[in-house]
Structure formats: C-alpha cells, structure tokens
C-alpha cells in the first residue's frame, strides 16, 4: 500500500503538485491521468524516490521515503516514459546487469530472465543488441526490467507507447494479471486504455487532485453537467425554445431530416429537466421519438475537469 500525504512540490516559483493526498492499495490497478504539466511524472519520481517533495510525505508499506528511501526502492520496479536501456548490450547482458544491480542471487537469475521474458515476450530478441530494437520491443525490455526481481510494487509511466496495437492489448492483459498481486500505478494519456486496464482513475490538474474513482462510474460523481439525447419530429426547428429552459446550459443540434431534428442537450446534473422539455416539445406539436440520458464517457469527465 502506498500512503500519499498532503505532498507538494515546487520548482522555484512553479508549484507541480499541491497537497496530494491518495492511498494506492495492493490489488488496485490505479491510473495517473492528467493533461501535460499536471504533475504526473513529477509524482511518480516521488514515489519511487527520485526526488523529495517540498512538503508531506510518502509511506510504502509502513517505510516512509525520507529515512528508508533504499528499502521502498528494492520493493517497486519503475518504468519510466523512457526506459533506461544500455543500446550496447544485448537483452539478456542487459537483464542479467539489472538482474546483478537488484541483488538477485547468481543462481536464480536465469530462471527470472526466463520468467519476465515470457511475460513481456522478448524471448526471440533474447541475444540482439539493444539498438537493433524496434521501439516496441524496446518499450518491452524495458518493462521485464521492472519486473526482474518480482516487485511488491510496479510503477509505469506510459507503458504502451511505441507498441503496436496488439502489443498494447498484451501488455494490458498482464498489467491487469500483474495487478491482482500487486500494488499498481501508471501514468498515461490515453484514455481509453485507463478505462480498459484501471480499477481506479485519478485526474490530476495544475498539481490538484480533480477526479478520483472507478472509470466507468466516475462521471456519476464529477460532472456538474447531465447530457441527454433528444429526437423529435416538429414542423419547426426548436432550438431556441430548448436553449429558454431553466437549467439547460447549452443545446446543439446534430442532425434535421426530414423535419425530424436531434440534439444534445447539456442540463444542471441536480436538476430534473425532462419533464420540462416534454411540456415545452408539446407546447410546440413536437412529438418526441427519443429522449434518452447520455453516460459521459471518461474522455468527456477528463475535458470537464481539465479544461
């Protein structure tokens, strides 16, 4: 478990993070998402204990990071955005040196290099050089590093870039086999795989906590906007009727064929509106044929709670 207490961080007078506080448990697979400058990585070098914060602190399983700092570093495997390869070695020179660095005995070193090969499936670029790698294979042995010495606690920051997309369906599928065991947290911009991979999300704005929960439920919680679908059949166009209700902050319409006309409506999320805009389609002989709330999908919560 990782306990994140009031940290911030500055950089002269820029403030990368700001009375963080979250607590990561194990058998979480927790997601970092956040615009450019929110902090992301500025946060995961604390946890990983690259960098001190300003202020606060971090717990790993009981050690906090300022007095057993070498103790949290042997518990997490780290990748970073751009995993730190030695182009010279070949794969297996390479994981045998990371596997030295980490202590790991001299006689169960091959039967880990095995194990994390298989995982991050490099066992056919096993004995090329580093440099002779594509940028996916690369991103690959960078992750079985991670992984080399069987962390109590993985820490990625955009795992899949440079991976082709059935690369990045396999490296999904063990970061959620790998997530069961372990305490998981990983940065990444792209959404959709958050939504795939994460059992938790959380949106991080100018160093701020913004957003923080289940990806598919997270939108109940966050938005302070309700979008709903409406489809009727009018003899007129009634966007300007729509955009008069109480509590209607924006309405667009999308489509008009045939005198049957659509739109997206944008309401107050506490106020109940779809009673108000069937009287006011009556009061105007529109008949409605849809009326339907639209779930916000995590790309539309991240753009509310980022822009």
């Given at each position: 478990?990782?306990?994140?207490?009031?940290?911030?961080?500055?950089?002269?007078?820029?403030?990368?993070?700001?009375?963080?506080?979250?607590?990561?448990?194990?058998?979480?697979?927790?997601?970092?998402?956040?615009?450019?400058?929110?902090?992301k990585t500025t946060l995961l070098k604390i946890i990983t204990c690259y960098m001190y914060p300003s202020?606060?602190?971090?717990?790993?399983?009981?050690?906090?990071?300022?007095?057993?700092?070498?103790?949290?570093?042997?518990?997490?495997?780290?990748?970073?955005?751009?995993?730190?390869?030695?182009?010279?070695?070949?794969?297996?020179?390479?994981?045998?040196f990371i596997a030295a660095v980490r202590n790991i005995p001299k006689e169960t070193i091959m039967d880990?290099?095995?194990?994390?090969?298989?995982?991050?499936?490099?066992?056919?670029?096993?004995?090329?050089?580093?440099?002779?790698?594509?940028?996916?294979?690369?991103?690959?042995?960078?992750?079985?590093?991670?992984?080399?010495?069987?962390?109590?606690?993985?820490?990625?920051?955009?795992?899949?870039?440079?991976?082709?997309?059935?690369?990045?369906?396999?490296?999904?599928?063990?970061?959620?086999?790998?997530?069961?065991?372990?305490?998981?947290?990983?940065?990444?911009?792209?959404?959709?795989?958050?939504?795939?991979?994460?059992?938790?999300?959380?949106?991080?704005?100018?160093?701020?906590?913004?957003?923080?929960?289940?990806?598919?439920?997270?939108?109940?919680?966050?938005?302070?906007?309700?979008?709903?679908?409406?489809?009727?059949?009018?003899?007129?166009?009634?966007?300007?009727?729509?955009?008069?209700?109480?509590?209607?902050?924006?309405?667009?319409?999308?489509?008009?064929?045939?005198?049957?006309?659509?739109?997206?409506?944008?309401?107050?999320?506490?106020?109940?509106?779809?009673?108000?805009?069937?009287?006011?389609?009556?009061?105007?002989?529109?008949?409605?044929?849809?009326?339907?709330?639209?779930?916000?999908?995590?790309?539309?919560?991240?753009?509310?709670?980022?822009?």
């Amino acid at each position: 478990m990782i306990t994140i207490t009031n940290v911030s961080k500055n950089y002269g007078q820029v403030t990368a993070l700001k009375d963080f506080s979250a607590v990561i448990n194990k058998g979480e697979i927790t997601g970092i998402l956040g615009p450019n400058g929110a902090g992301k990585t500025t946060l995961l070098k604390i946890i990983t204990c690259y960098m001190y914060p300003s202020k606060g602190n971090v717990v790993v399983d009981n050690y906090d990071i300022y007095s057993k700092s070498l103790r949290i570093r042997e518990m997490i495997g780290y990748l970073p955005e751009n995993a730190p390869l030695y182009s010279d070695l070949t794969v297996i020179d390479y994981l045998k040196f990371i596997a030295a660095v980490r202590n790991i005995p001299k006689e169960t070193i091959m039967d880990r290099i095995q194990t994390v090969s298989d995982q991050c499936d490099i066992r056919s670029v096993a004995y090329k050089r580093i440099d002779a790698l594509s940028k996916g294979y690369r991103q690959r042995v960078g992750l079985a590093q991670a992984l080399i010495h069987d962390p109590e606690i993985l820490i990625l920051d955009e795992p899949t870039s440079g991976l082709d997309p059935n690369q990045i369906l396999e490296v999904r599928d063990l970061i959620k086999q790998l997530g069961k065991q372990k305490t998981m947290l990983f940065s990444s911009h792209i959404l959709q795989e958050v939504q795939a991979v994460c059992d938790r999300a959380i949106i991080i704005n100018k160093g701020e906590i913004v957003g923080d929960g289940a990806p598919n439920s997270m939108s109940e919680g966050t938005t302070k906007f309700r979008e709903l679908l409406l489809t009727v059949r009018s003899p007129k166009d009634i966007l300007n009727e729509l955009k008069s209700i109480y509590s209607i902050s924006e309405v667009e319409r999308l489509t008009e064929v045939d005198n049957v006309f659509s739109y997206s409506i944008k309401a107050d999320k506490d106020t109940e509106v779809r009673d108000k805009i069937f009287d006011e389609c009556v009061s105007r002989n529109a008949k409605i044929l849809e009326m339907r709330i639209e779930k916000n999908s995590l790309e539309k919560v991240f753009r509310e709670l980022t822009l």
